[in-house]
């Protein structure tokens, strides 16, 4: 447990315990944890498969000028959702990697009235 008013755990000795998680570790992270003193003890834990979505999951890629993307979207979704593997409850997941991304998504599919959430 932790010591009353301290950040320190019993047994520490006093020395501070640093966590660093990480969905990739690049080469620089990797060096700059190799090249300090503090960190000459540090253990990485790795996971197979991470990364991978089960077999269950099913994803598509699709590769459209930004002109396509709303309706290509739209028949992505559309068949996603009436695929007989989506079962009673039927949902899908969309990938963003920006935030202007994120915003031209939910107000697609609220202009188009589609349930979603964020």
């Known amino acids: 447990g932790r010591r009353k008013g301290s950040p320190f755990l019993d047994g520490d000795a006093g020395h501070l315990q640093t966590v660093l998680v990480a969905a990739s570790l690049t080469r620089p992270v990797q060096r700059l944890i190799q090249g300090r003193d503090g960190f ?6 790795r996971t ?13 890629f699709v590769d459209v000028t930004p002109a396509e993307k709303p309706t290509s979207l739209m028949e992505q979704l559309t068949l996603a959702l009436r695929a007989p593997a989506a079962g009673p409850r039927p ?28």
């Open 48 to 60: 197979a498969g991470a990364h991978r979505p089960p077999p269950s999951i099913r994803q598509v």
């Open 40 to 45: 000459s003890s540090a253990m990485v834990l």
């Open 91 to 118: 949902a899908a997941i969309i990938f963003c990697n920006t935030q202007s991304s994120c915003s031209f998504v939910h107000e697609l599919l609220k202009a188009r009235g589609v349930p979603h959430g964020g």
